[in-house]
């Protein structure tokens, strides 16, 4: 089994900027190259952990270039770092490279964009536990919602090195198609054989795709789609898993519809994580507390992000 890597060694590191890639309108692909420690730190990184960035000393990009809905928000001062899940990382000779997705949003990921090659940035990682591969699965339903295919596209390049036996699938849903965080999608007749994502083509791996507008794919929400496919599929529940990332009221009903088909969920919590390693208590997630009607607290960053979810209050 895949477990959990709470115990892999984390610290605080320089990485060096080696990429930083606009693949959408608002969406950004950030490479950080770590040697070192750093580098044997992250090379042993699973999918579903996380890194804290900080941003305070990055500039701001031109004045004319930023957004005007982020003009006012864009002054103000970064104080505390930010957290981003892993979309890939590779070992090559002494070096790890990471890469981590990223959506202009705020002062903190427009600052970001100004990263560039040869550029540091101060990294505090890896943190939190990771997704879990129990071994008697077959099945990989892989659901992401918006930015929360970063570490699903991580998660989907494991499962093609280490779990070549399991059959995956990919939802990716978004409220249009420009509003997907990939950099092309396949031709029609891809789309067609159920490949409609490179990224996880790349993987061999199916992606099937859902916006709420229709743009692209299966017009509606990612969790109907995901519904009406195991409504079709001839699958044992016991040997199926699901996998979820994504806005939280979506993660609450792929949580539902993983429990009316009796089948295994994880899903990647999201919440502002300043510390990152469960001091400052700010990222509560509310838990059922085993063999009790009660509920407790868990705290994102350290006993996530990842989470069973029927064990999630949402």
Same mark, same amino acid.
């Given at each position: 089994m895949?477990?959990?890597?709470?115990?892999?060694?984390?610290?605080?590191?320089?990485?060096?900027?080696?990429?930083?890639?606009?693949i959408?309108?608002?969406?950004?692909?950030?490479?950080?190259?770590?040697?070192?420690?750093?580098?044997?730190?992250?090379?042993?990184?699973?999918?579903?952990?996380?890194?804290?960035?900080d941003?305070?000393?990055?500039?701001?990009?031109?004045?004319?270039?930023?957004?005007?809905?982020?003009?006012?928000?864009?002054?103000?001062?970064?104080?505390?770092?930010?957290?981003?899940?892993f979309?890939?990382?590779?070992?090559?000779?002494?070096?790890s490279?990471?890469?981590?997705?990223?959506?202009?949003?705020?002062p903190?990921?427009?600052?970001?964009?100004?990263?560039?090659?040869?550029?540091?940035?101060?990294?505090?990682?890896?943190?939190?536990?990771?997704?879990?591969?129990?071994?008697?699965?077959?099945?990989?339903l892989?659901?992401?919602?918006?930015?929360?295919?970063?570490?699903?596209l991580?998660?989907?390049?494991?499962?093609?090195?280490?779990?070549?036996?399991?059959?995956?699938?990919?939802?990716?849903?978004?409220?249009?198609?420009?509003?997907?965080?990939?950099?092309?999608?396949?031709?029609?007749?891809?789309?067609?054989?159920?490949?409609?994502?490179?990224?996880f083509?790349?993987?061999?791996?199916?992606?099937?795709?859902?916006?709420?507008?229709?743009?692209?794919?299966?017009?509606g929400?990612?969790?109907?789609?995901?519904?009406?496919?195991?409504?079709?599929?001839?699958?044992?529940? =016991? /040997?199926?898993?699901?996998?979820g990332? +994504?806005?939280?009221?979506?993660? &609450?009903?792929?949580?539902?519809? !993983? *429990? %009316?088909?009796?089948?295994?969920?994880?899903?990647?919590? =999201? /919440?502002?994580?300043?510390?990152?390693i +469960?001091?400052?208590?700010?990222? &509560?997630?509310?838990?059922?507390? !085993? *063999? %009790?009607?009660?509920?407790?607290?868990?705290?994102?960053?350290?006993?996530?992000?990842?989470?069973?979810? +029927?064990?999630?209050?949402?």
């Amino acid at each position: 089994m895949m477990g959990n890597c709470s115990t892999v060694n984390k610290g605080v590191f320089s990485a060096a900027v080696c990429v930083n890639k606009q693949i959408g309108h608002e969406f950004y692909r950030l490479g950080l190259e770590f040697s070192g420690g750093a580098a044997a730190a992250f090379a042993a990184a699973r999918p579903g952990q996380f890194l804290e960035l900080d941003l305070a000393d990055v500039p701001l990009p031109s004045t004319e270039t930023i957004p005007a809905d982020l003009a006012d928000a864009s002054c103000r001062d970064i104080l505390l770092r930010r957290p981003f899940s892993f979309a890939n990382v590779d070992t090559k000779g002494q070096k790890s490279l990471v890469e981590i997705l990223y959506r202009v949003v705020g002062p903190a990921t427009l600052r970001m964009t100004t990263l560039s090659a040869s550029d540091s940035v101060s990294v505090i990682g890896p943190l939190g536990n990771d997704f879990r591969v129990p071994e008697e699965k077959k099945t990989a339903l892989l659901v992401a919602g918006g930015m929360g295919a970063g570490p699903l596209l991580f998660l989907a390049k494991l499962f093609t090195e280490d779990f070549t036996d399991i059959d995956v699938t990919v939802f990716a849903g978004a409220k249009t198609a420009k509003q997907l965080p990939f950099e092309r999608r396949l031709d029609k007749l891809s789309q067609r054989l159920g490949f409609s994502i490179a990224e996880f083509a790349g993987y061999g791996i199916k992606s099937l795709v859902a916006t709420d507008d229709g743009s692209m794919g299966f017009a509606g929400l990612v969790t109907d789609y995901l519904s009406r496919w195991l409504k079709k599929a001839d699958l044992a529940g =016991e /040997r199926t898993i699901i996998y979820g990332c +994504g806005p939280e009221p979506m993660l &609450a009903k792929v949580a539902e519809i !993983a *429990d %009316s088909f009796k089948i295994d969920c994880q899903v990647s919590m =999201e /919440r502002m994580m300043a510390c990152g390693i +469960g001091l400052c208590q700010g990222c &509560a997630v509310e838990c059922k507390a !085993a *063999d %009790s009607g009660d509920t407790i607290y868990k705290m994102c960053c350290k006993d996530g992000p990842v989470f069973e979810a +029927g064990k999630v209050v949402f």
